[in-house]
């Protein structure tokens, strides 16, 4: 019955999963005739909102009753009699595993994927690499409606797949169900299941103990933590022991007669496989090469046509290798156990390799072995391409690009994937530097890309707003460069909607460490392990509709979270490099901790917090570190007290309020009004380079000079309107309201910290980049003189922004 209800479960969870995909994509299923027909571009947000909610709630409903059915049969196991395990796990495999969890994975990957396997893992890797090369001005692959629509659809039973298969790993702890589970979705052999040989065997209950007393046969569990205790071969017989093994012919024609006899085929098959020797000739003459594995494998490196089944093989592959310990998952998923075989080849037969054993029309479980297994093994077991094939992958899903919007590709980073590598590589030096090399060359790409970006940006932007513009430089060379430039800045250090802090606000700075240097030395979350929470929350989200209607909004959404990406493939980069030099020690026996650079660790368990205590953070490069925090410092900026020359700039009139604090940069005191207690000197608003400086009249001079009482970095500056004028004031003075953030703790004369700003709240061991924010009220004449001020405050601004982003621009450029 738990099989039954699991397989009814798989189907509703199935259909919604449909469902919320063809919404998202603007496509739904007539309910009569199986019409297609594509949803009107006029449709009211509201109404799809409202779809969206009722799919969503109903899938959250039936994961949570698959949820409750796992659990039921976690318990089941937990009961701890040996042989009634045994015969769960075979129905399991033989009713619900291979039937609704491999064949519609297997199925889908060879239907909507070429023929050649191997050239199609690469030709999709090689078009990421393509993107990721020429820049997001890639065109998106073109695809019939009908073909879009059909892949869409059979999607779903193989995303229903990939999370039914992590939820079993996440919920049930049957350390024999795990191993077999394991062993037919990633050993790099699976055996020739045709079904020939079975075993049939009377229920194996009654064991011999110790002592000679009989008893029954029941699971050894750990006394801590109640899970059965790992051992290196499983204690279960699977009939093995009392039964006898016959082809399928002679059990049927056998059975009748008999009663409360058991068969057991894939159990016995698959624990042959993984209990096998690499020098077993009969062993490996049953097997084949794995296509399950083989398809999860084209999973994590779809292209970005397949971005959903990518990031839901993530989840599938963490929540494996998490179930083992890293030496034993890595051992068998990379197939250390099988490169020794490939010396028993002769040696006109070497150049056979996985490709000669693998074939398209490779159905899976009844499939025959057509071809000798032992070629799989040639090339494959002495070169370690099990072992690149898996890191390979695992690289594109940590590193990959999507196409979200108008054609502008966007740079996603995967968490999970980078915690998958680091787990299953941390025992093995060979596979920590393949991924170190590998995720170095996708950073560098990585930067090339995210300099193209904001071309793209200016592209779209330029089809939709840009006719509306007054603006002549919107025209000229110079124009373009300002506004690329500016769409660098945003991406970096504006705060996109729907995100709490911006890419620079999102690095952290460990406190209290230890040996820390009075270097920029900040982190960012470079892996994370998943839970079965990060299951639900991924089937359930609606991707469709977290971008902004607005435009501008949107692609700044995008260009901010590929700036991130690159940010945090950087530090992932540099984490791996310092891992490979040094054998992997910081990575021994660790979870979540977060590593300086000088390689001291800290832990970040902590007791609030679920993203820290299950996260690894590691410090962003000191490169990126200092074009991120320090490139627009310079050491000539202008003092307080020195003369310049105001002839022949802009120079505009403006009151300011003077601080007792700030009473001494000032000279001419006949240049200043007391009222109400309050000191009001007169200014002059000038604009010297990059910097904004306010100066008084030269005393005693002719009035062509000024003297500078304070001055600022014009990237450091925003300028606001006053709303309204104070109530009750007559008065027709104005005022703009400028804001100066800073690393720093003191602030520019005249500007006074702001006393009502939120501090951030610490982050774990962390304290987030916090900037200082100071203000200072700028009064003029009247609305007019306070408009010019401000449309001329406005373009310095956004020119010395842009000027920021153009040579930030040319390091990512540069660092190729």
């Not at 609606?542 to 990406?565: N, P, T």
């Not at 660790?601 to 962003?620: C, E, H, M, Q």
């Not at 490139?631 to 009139?653: F, K, M, N, S």
């Amino acid at each position: 019955p738990i099989f039954t209800k699991l397989a009814q479960l798989w189907g509703v969870i199935e259909e919604k999963i449909r469902d919320i995909d063809l919404l998202r994509e603007g496509k739904t299923d007539a309910a009569f005739g199986g019409i297609r027909v594509k949803s009107s571009k006029s449709m009211e947000k509201a109404k799809t909102e409202t779809k969206r909610k009722r799919y969503t709630d109903t899938l959250r409903d039936s994961i949570a009753d698959l949820q409750d059915e796992l659990l039921l049969l976690e318990d089941v196991f937990r009961v701890g009699l040996t042989s009634l395990n045994e015969q769960i796990i075979e129905m399991m495999l033989a009713t619900f595993v291979y039937p609704l969890l491999l064949q519609p994975l297997l199925l889908y990957m060879q239907r909507f994927t070429s023929p050649e396997t191997e050239q199609s893992r690469r030709k999709s890797n090689q078009f990421m690499l393509d993107i990721l090369v020429q820049g997001a001005s890639t065109p998106k692959p073109e695809m019939d409606e009908d073909e879009e629509l059909g892949r869409i659809q059979e999607a779903a039973p193989a995303k229903t797949a990939l999370f039914t298969l992590s939820a079993v790993f996440q919920l049930l702890s049957n350390q024999p169900l795990m191993r077999l589970l394991l062993t037919a979705l990633f050993h790099p052999m699976a055996p020739d299941s045709s079904g020939e040989t079975m075993i049939r065997a009377k229920p194996d209950v009654a064991c011999l103990l110790p002592g000679g007393k009989l008893g029954v046969r029941t699971d050894i569990f750990d006394s801590e933590s109640s899970a059965p205790i790992m051992m290196e071969q499983s204690p279960y017989s699977f009939g093995n022991v009392t039964g006898e093994k016959r082809v399928k012919s002679e059990i049927i024609a056998a059975m009748d007669g008999i009663d409360g006899s058991c068969v057991y085929v894939l159990s016995p098959a698959l624990t042959e496989v993984l209990e096998g020797q690499a020098g077993d000739v009969s062993l490996m003459a049953k097997t084949r090469a794995n296509p399950y594995r083989r398809a999860i494998m084209k999973c994590l490196s779809a292209g970005p046509g397949m971005s959903s089944l990518r990031q839901l093989s993530v989840l599938l592959f963490d929540s494996v290798v998490m179930k083992f310990e890293p030496k034993f998952v890595s051992d068998l998923i990379f197939g250390a156990s099988l490169k020794t075989f490939g010396d028993e080849i002769p040696m006109d037969e070497r150049n056979l390799d996985s490709r000669e054993a693998f074939f398209a029309n490779n159905r899976g479980m009844g499939a025959r072995n057509h071809r000798n297994s032992r070629h799989s093994l040639g090339r494959s077991g002495r070169d370690g391409n099990f072992m690149n094939e898996v890191v390979s992958s695992l690289c594109c899903g940590v590193i990959n690009v999507a196409a979200n919007y108008n054609g502008l590709w966007e740079v996603v980073y995967d968490g999970v994937a980078a915690h998958s590598l680091l787990w299953i590589s941390k025992v093995n030096n060979k596979a920590m530097d393949l991924a170190s090399k590998s995720i170095e060359q996708r950073r560098r790409m990585t930067s090339s890309f995210l300099a193209e970006i904001p071309l793209v940006m200016d592209t779209i932007l330029d089809m939709t707003e840009r006719q509306s513009h007054d603006d002549a430089d919107d025209t000229s060379n110079d124009g373009n460069d300002t506004r690329i430039g500016l769409h660098v800045d945003k991406i970096f250090y504006d705060v996109a909607q729907g995100k709490q802090y911006s890419t620079v606000g999102e690095l952290l700075k460990l406190k209290d460490t230890v040996g820390k240097t009075d270097t920029d030395e900040y982190a960012v979350s470079v892996a994370v392990q998943t839970k079965f929470d990060d299951l639900q929350q991924r089937m359930c989200e609606f991707g469709g509709l977290s971008l902004s209607d607005e435009i501008k909004i949107a692609i700044h959404q995008i260009g901010a979270d590929s700036a991130m990406a690159y940010v945090k493939i950087d530090a992932f980069s540099t984490f791996l490099k310092e891992l490979a030099a040094t054998n992997s020690a910081a990575l021994q026996g660790q979870q979540a901790f977060t590593i300086t650079r000088n390689g001291l660790i800290t832990s970040t368990k902590l007791a609030s917090g679920l993203d820290v205590n299950r996260s690894i953070f590691a410090p962003v490069s000191p490169k990126v570190c200092t074009n991120l925090l320090r490139l627009d410092e310079y050491h000539d900026a202008p003092r307080p007290g020195t003369v310049v020359g105001l002839v022949g700039r802009t120079a505009i009139p403006c009151v300011c309020e003077v601080p007792d604090s700030s009473a001494p940069l000032f000279t001419d005191d006949a240049a200043s009004v007391i009222s109400d207690g309050v000191t009001w000197q007169s200014l002059y608003l000038v604009f010297l380079g990059r910097f904004m400086i306010l100066a008084e009249p030269e005393r005693g001079g002719s009035g062509g000079n000024g003297r500078i009482v304070t001055a600022c970095q014009l990237t450091k500056l925003s300028v606001e309107r006053d709303p309204l004028p104070p109530a009750g004031n007559a008065s027709p003075a104005r005022r703009l309201l400028a804001v100066h953030t800073s690393l720093e703790d003191t602030p520019p004369g005249l500007f006074q910290n702001e006393e009502t700003q939120k501090k951030v709240a610490p982050f774990g061991p962390f304290n987030r980049l916090y900037y200082k924010m100071s203000t200072l009220d700028l009064w003029f004449e009247d609305l007019n003189a306070a408009e010019h001020a401000f449309r001329i405050m406005h373009a310095k601004l956004n020119r010395a922004r842009s000027k920021r982003g153009l040579r930030l621009r040319d390091k990512l450029q540069e660092d190729l």
